[in-house]
């Protein structure tokens, strides 16, 4: 490919991706270094306990082993947390979910390191754990952390809450507990550096955070603590959080010697946050000609026993609750509870596939009343730019949402499932032996919008450097360095596309993502081809400005033609031209005298954060999605296949095609898991199925290829108008996969994941938060008794 069909705009082939496919690439849990240590983690097996004592000296009386580390040994900041330090590096006095970390150990090798945390010596006073989050957050319940127990509650009120509509429809929902399950488990080498700091190659999503947060917990200055990204094997928002980075560090200071520590598949599901289980109350009203007059919704998350993201998860849900819709009057309400559950933070979405699971099951139920189309009520009422949204701002443009719902009604369904069809098109495929007479088949829709980038009055940006220089031989070479953690989002594509474009060569080498240069933020919600890829592009803007301003100063041209130089010079392919001055040299030529480079800080528009009535300018901008599924269903066994899904989503100005293809079938995939399939369990407090062995992933087999249609509409105020897209799928793929099944089985579903036995009736359905039998408990937090005390 040349530099031009490599720029913006071209479906450029990932530069890792062909090592990924042959299985040399390196990530950070290949990493090694001479006479390093391999570290091991010790976790409580308690969700609640005191702990009495803890005894390290028959660990480290075993040969091999090199140090242990406590509560004690921390030099700094006891605790660390994305938004609240609230966790502890180690539980010093109390645990508070099994699993929590309470020592590490270092030794000459994983087996050793394993052999020392057995013989440490806890003794735990087990307490009972208190694992619902309505009890949690009721009057006398027992605070679980100083911070007491509920991390953030959100009030929000538009219009004439008490307005109602003739047509009512109300119900109740529940979304189980989903787990990133990246493929690549949590690993870092730590190498202590001769200036008393340590050098660290990680897998992460905020390089920068992580350094705060480890750099305070050591009781270093940030400037000792150096960070670089490695090869990072899938994060979908578990990365965010700091693991085993401060551990790690303190073993390699410790013994003065580098340590790998890294977690096996267990530890990964014990180790890091995952989305939050909600329990959710909507209640719709519309006019008789299906306008919406209403929406009323109650949700309440279980945050598990440490903050993490969980304030900012909650405002997400509450804030995107009446979905993509014009709703006049609102009244909605969240709250998000520290329990002794596993703590949940960022995952893919971040809050807003849990209400949209709801408000797209409350569109059916309305449409099903009025006796419409699902599809004509969503076209009638979804939102356009101008409208008014629940928190009272304004929506810019674009948001095509009536675009995208219309766009999937109108994609072909798949043929029929008959006789002449494969068995392993049938619902649960060979071994089965599904009845034909006895699959249903359904078809469900979902329309939902995300926001984009950090909210609520967040100072988001990020940094990027550009430098234009010759190599060796004389030719022209760009070099991107920028702090973007690269987690399979395609920034090493698109950074190259930026400068290709920008400054007219074919050769771009992207520095590795680390500490030394300013912060990119973190690789979340949606932001880094906006935000990164913002600083990328003016780093270069800046770098072409420099250079044209040089070559005016050499040609001898005006002062104003050397104060804006783009007026009268432009590069064009690898040349730069000056038709009014008859200027034309080869970048060769320009970079003659020698290289030239820039560093830009991007921001986004600012916002507000809410005010006490959930009214504010919350969001930077917002991206729509509609799904449409068609499923299988065994009446018999309760088993189901997803057909078909087709997918409309409004992604701006598409940078590549090829990557754009990927995040969308990516994030298709994880919704379709949470919809019929993934479901990390606790029971007490206590993860059930932390393997992959038990926590069902979705296949080949059982994925359908996806039928997908780009909305190209430019983002105003974006870098080449672009939008982020790998979250807005996975928001509305649940929803109609679930929509799909009650079509197919023609009964109302309540909890995502569908399981056969809530289709079949074999037992009562069990609510994932830990409370009474779902109904059981329905009507008593229905009308608000059991939230926040009343």
């Known amino acids: 490919m040349t530099g031009r069909s490599r720029g913006v705009g071209g479906s450029v082939v990932r530069p890792d991706g062909s090592a990924k496919a042959g299985g040399t690439f390196v990530y950070a849990g290949d990493l090694s270094a001479p006479g390093m240590l391999h570290a091991r983690t010790l976790r409580s097996p308690h969700p609640r306990a005191r702990i009495r004592r803890v005894d390290t000296a028959a660990a480290l009386r075993i040969p091999g082993v090199a140090a242990v580390v406590t509560a004690v040994d921390v030099p700094g900041v006891a605790t660390y947390g994305l938004i609240v330090a609230d966790q502890p590096v180690f539980a010093a006095t109390e645990t508070r979910y099994a699993g929590e970390p309470v020592a590490a150990a270092a030794a000459v090798d994983a087996p050793t390191a394993r052999r020392a945390l057995a013989a440490v010596e806890v003794e735990y006073e087990p307490l009972p754990p208190l694992v619902d989050p309505e009890v949690a957050a009721g009057p006398g319940a027992e605070p679980l952390h100083p911070d007491g127990n509920v991390f953030r509650e959100i009030t929000l009120r538009h219009g004439d809450p008490d307005a109602a509509g003739p047509v009512v429809v109300e ?26 700091g340590v050098d660290m190659w990680l897998a992460t999503q905020w390089l920068h955070s992580d350094r705060e947060q480890i750099a305070a917990c050591l009781g270093l200055p940030e400037e000792l603590v150096r960070l670089e990204l490695a090869g990072v094997g899938g994060a979908f928002g578990g990365r965010e959080d700091v693991t085993l980075q401060v551990h790690g ?11 790998r520590i890294a977690y096996d598949r267990v530890e990964s599901f014990l180790g890091h946050p995952h989305r939050h289980p909600a329990r959710m109350w909507f209640r719709h009203t519309a006019t008789e000609a299906g306008d919406l007059v209403s929406v009323h919704a109650r949700i309440i998350m279980d945050g598990g026993a440490y903050a993490s993201s969980s304030p900012a998860v909650i405002a997400n849900a509450v804030t995107h609750a009446a979905g993509p819709y014009r709703v006049p009057n609102t009244r909605l309400d969240g709250l998000v509870v520290r329990t002794n559950n596993p703590p949940c933070g960022a995952m893919r979405g971040f809050g807003v596939p849990q209400v949209t699971i709801g408000h797209e099951a409350q569109m059916d139920r309305l449409a099903d009343r009025l006796r419409m189309d699902p599809v004509e009520l969503r076209v009638r009422n979804a939102l356009r730019p101008g409208d008014v949204l629940p928190t009272g701002q304004v929506l810019g443009p674009p ?49 939902a919008y995300k926001n984009l980038l950090f909210s609520e009055g967040f100072d988001d940006s990020s940094t990027a450097r550009a430098r234009l220089e010759l190599d060796a031989d004389g030719r022209p070479v760009a070099t991107i360095h920028s702090a973007c953690a690269e987690v399979g989002q395609g920034f090493v594509t698109v950074a190259g596309q930026i400068a290709r474009t920008e400054l007219g060569v074919d050769e771009v080498v992207l520095r590795p993502a680390d500490t030394g240069v300013g912060s990119a933020g973190s690789t979340s919600a949606s932001r880094q081809t ?29 002062p104003e033609v050397v104060e804006a130089p783009r007026r009268s010079l432009v ?25 030239v480079e820039a560093e830009h800080t991007f921001h986004h528009r600012r916002t507000t954060a809410l005010d006490a009535h959930g009214q504010g300018d919350p969001h930077v901008a917002f991206a729509a999605a509609a799904h449409r599924a068609v499923v299988d ?12 899904m087709a997918l409309a989503q409004d992604c701006g100005t598409v940078l590549n095609p090829l990557s754009l293809r990927g995040q969308v079938e990516g994030g298709t995939a994880q919704g379709l898991g949470l919809a019929v399939m993934e479901e990390l369990v606790t029971v007490d407090g206590v993860v059930t199925n932390p393997t992959l062995h038990d926590y069902l992933l979705p296949t080949t087999a059982d994925v359908p290829a996806l039928d997908f249609v780009a909305l190209t509409h430019p983002q105003p ?16 793929a649940t ?16 909890r995502v994941p569908v399981r056969p036995v809530d289709l079949v009736d074999l037992a009562d359905p069990v609510d994932p938060l830990g409370g009474a039998p779902y109904p059981g408990n329905k009507a008593a937090w229905r009308d608000g008794t059991r939230m926040s005390g009343g």
């Not at 913002?534 to 400005?545: E, F, L, N, Q, T």
């Not at 064009?572 to 005298?593: C, M, N, P, Q, Y």
């Open 571 to 595: 590069i064009t392919g690898s040349e730069i031209v000056g038709a009014e001055t008859g200027t034309r040299l080869t970048l060769a030529e320009a970079l003659a005298e020698g290289p």
């Open 633 to 644: 269903v065994d009446l018999d066994l309760g088993l189901v296949r997803v057909v078909s």
């Open 249 to 259: 560090a303190l073993l390699a200071r410790a013994t003065g010697t580098p340590v």
């Open 399 to 447: 948001l095509p949402a009536r675009e995208a719902i219309e766009a999937v009604a109108a994609r072909p369904l798949p043929a029929a499932l008959t006789a002449a069809s494969p068995v392993t098109a049938r619902p649960g495929g060979r071994g089965a032996h599904a009845d034909l007479a006895r699959v249903r088949r359904g078809v469900g829709y979902a329309l």
């Open 717 to 732: 105020d974006a870098p080449y108008g672009v939008k982020g897209v790998g979250e807005t799928p996975t928001c509305t």
């Open 530 to 558: 906006w935000m990164s890829g913002g600083a990328v592009r003016g780093a270069c803007v800046a770098v072409v400005d420099r250079l044209l301003a040089r070559v005016a100063r050499r040609l001898g041209l005006p």
């Open 735 to 750: 929803a109609a996969v679930l929509a799909a099944v009650r079509a197919a089985v023609g009964r109302d579903l309540h």
């Open 171 to 196: 119900d109740s929902y529940l979304v189980g507990m989903q787990d990133q399950a990246f493929l690549a488990p949590e690993a870092a080498l730590v190498v202590p550096a001769a200036d008393g």
